[in-house]
């Protein structure tokens, strides 16, 4: 590793080992003078229970369907789905065409995680949370039987393009292996064969080794800025032994995903006192006929946008978007932060 005063002063570029992308870091551009916003947001009053929101219990969604009164989580396929299960088969036969296409086959659903209107994940009891995981699981492993990704995620906060409050979640679940996680099986499964190892096992405990950037970890789990983290305070959530799909969690390391997510969630929630927006998602071996895939580890990606309030955030334009992604505060700087929130 580069020598830690210079990485936390000077210009430099980190590799992200699981997709293989390189990012630009400019720590000494963090001191520069600021004059925007810092206050806290006043709080939104939200009822617990909204006539005009289609994911309260019993209310009327798009189109005939109404959602039961259901008093845990529920779980409905979405009404506009991004892709569909019956659609044609489209042969890309041409791969050296300019105007390639090819079909694709797929269902989305949306996760409800509470009856409850007025909540958001981190406000939930952990053995609330922990319902959420074990759908997660079990939609995964349904899901995983027919399709080859499963992809369990959730928007949060209006800044993130969620477009209702009630704390929801998504999962797509696609006949073809997406291109984010495509990239991240090729460098597992390269490390596999180069190591013998798995990349983000060797990763957790070089982690733990140096602590620097782990935030907090329990028995079964550790959350890190991650080395290469692109978004201010991103964050990664690792099972400390080879897990290689959701279903596999033990009811024991579901229990303690709960507890380290609510504290995570509460240390973000802190951190701007605001309710933090981010979108979040779980990635793990691909499915369908996939079957053993002892490269690969599962984990959870955080990415909230803010930076420096609960208003200000970081845009991924400009450089980031005709170059490589572009981070001020270092992955270190923000796990302090981070650490020192989750402490109260
Ligand atoms: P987001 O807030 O993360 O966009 O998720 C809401 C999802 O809910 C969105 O994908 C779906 C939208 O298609 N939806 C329904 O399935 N039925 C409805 O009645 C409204 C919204
Ligand atoms: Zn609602």
Known sequence: MADEQLLAQWPHRRLNALTGEWLLVSPHRARRPWQGQVEPLPPVYRPPYAADCYLCPGNPRAGSARNPRYTSTFVFTNDFQAVLPDAPAMADETPSSLFRASGVRGTCRVICFSPRHDLTLADMPVEDIAAVVDVWADQTAELGRTYRWVQVFENKGATMGCSNPHPHGQIWATDFLPTEPERED???????????????????????????????????????????????????????????????????????????????????????????????????????????????????????????????????????MLSEPQRDITAEQAAERLRQSAQG
């Open 186 to 320: 090729a460098r597992q499964r390269e490390y596999w064969h180069a190591n013998g190892t798995a990349l983000l096992l060797d990763y957790l405990q070089a982690e733990r080794a140096v602590d620097a950037r782990v935030v907090t970890q329990n028995d079964d789990w550790t959350v890190v800025v991650p080395w290469w983290a692109m978004w201010p305070f991103e964050t990664l959530v690792i099972p400390s032994r080879p897990v290689q799909r959701m279903p596999d969690l033990k009811p024991a390391e579901r229990r303690s995903l709960a507890a380290i997510l609510k504290t995570l969630l509460t240390a973000y929630d802190r951190l701007f006192a605001t309710s933090f927006p981010y979108t979040m998602g779980w990635h793990g071996a691909p499915t369908a006929d996939t079957g053993d895939a002892p490269h690969w580890q599962l984990h959870a990606h955080f990415y909230p946008p803010l930076l420096r309030s609960a208003t200000v955030r970081k845009f991924m334009v400009g450089y980031e």
